[in-house]
């Protein structure tokens, strides 16, 4: 059975950086890997997905702030986050899109 398991958040100054984490076990990643964010009493909205190909997308908020990438090697997805600001506060999901999700990273941006 795939999982999906997130690392890396935290509490960060706005503008700083972080780094999330998302290692699959129980398989691959598969076509696409796509990171989502839920803040309390907000919907889930989509930060970025990333294709086998390296293709990516991101959601209109990131504007050129975050990078998502993919290790398929070391089974490892990653989202690169930097000027990051208060309004980013949520819990990130890692999923592949076919309805397995990771347990979320809570990433904090306050002062």
């Known amino acids: 059975q795939v999982q999906f398991v997130e690392s890396g958040g935290g509490l960060v100054q706005p503008g700083g950086s972080l780094r999330l984490s998302c290692r699959v076990s129980?398989?691959?990643?598969?076509?696409?890997v796509s990171w989502y964010r839920q803040a309390p009493g907000r919907q889930r909205d989509l930060v970025a997905r990333?294709?086998?190909?390296?293709?990516?997308n991101y959601g209109d908020f990131v504007k050129g702030r975050f990078t998502i990438s993919r290790d398929d090697a070391n089974h490892t997805a990653y989202l690169q986050m930097s000027s990051l600001k208060p309004e980013d506060t949520a819990v990130y999901y890692c999923?592949?899109?076919?309805?397995?999700w990771g347990r979320g990273a809570q990433v904090t941006v306050s002062s």
């Open positions: 129980g398989g691959t990643f598969g076509m696409y």
């Open positions: 990333i294709t086998e190909a390296g293709t990516t």
């Open positions: 999923t592949n899109d076919l309805g397995t």
